[in-house]
């Protein structure tokens, strides 16, 4: 399995703009697709975006849909989740995800991924 490492988590206020990164190691990190979930305190961890692995195509929750956008570098065996325009609502631990090996599946749902991240807290204060 890959091991990631999320970064780039804080607090905010509403309105502002983070990026979040989650560097992949231990395999080849093209050969998986990978994504961002979030998991509020009381709530279950929920989907957020996800992308193939050559970037080629992305798709994102409706709660953040034209507000956070997913990338990643192959080179650097990274992703990114750049998230503008934060609302309180966003505040959540934000976890880098990735599937199964040479998968082609979108991460849409917890069930789909392999392998997580330790998670990052972003809070975003009203």
């Known amino acids: 399995q890959v091991q990631l490492v999320e970064s780039g988590g804080g607090l905010v206020q509403a309105g502002d703009s983070l990026r979040l990164s989650c560097a992949a190691s231990?395999?080849?990190?093209?050969?998986?697709?990978s994504g961002w979930f979030r998991q509020a305190p009381g709530k279950e961890r929920e989907f957020v975006a996800t992308?193939?692995?050559?970037?080629?195509?992305?798709f994102y929750a409706d709660t953040v849909k034209g507000r956070f956008t997913i990338s990643r570098d192959n080179t650097n065996n990274t992703i990114y989740l750049q998230m503008n325009s934060l609302k309180p609502e966003d505040t959540a631990v934000y976890y880098c995800?990735?599937?199964?090996?040479?998968?082609?599946?979108?991460?849409?749902?917890?069930?789909?991924?392999?392998?997580w991240g330790q998670g990052t807290q972003v809070t975003v204060s009203s």
């Open positions: 992308i193939t692995w050559i970037g080629t195509s992305t």
């Open positions: 995800a990735a599937g199964r090996p040479f998968s082609s599946v979108l991460l849409t749902t917890t069930a789909l991924v392999a392998s």
């Open positions: 231990g395999r080849t990190f093209i050969n998986y697709v």
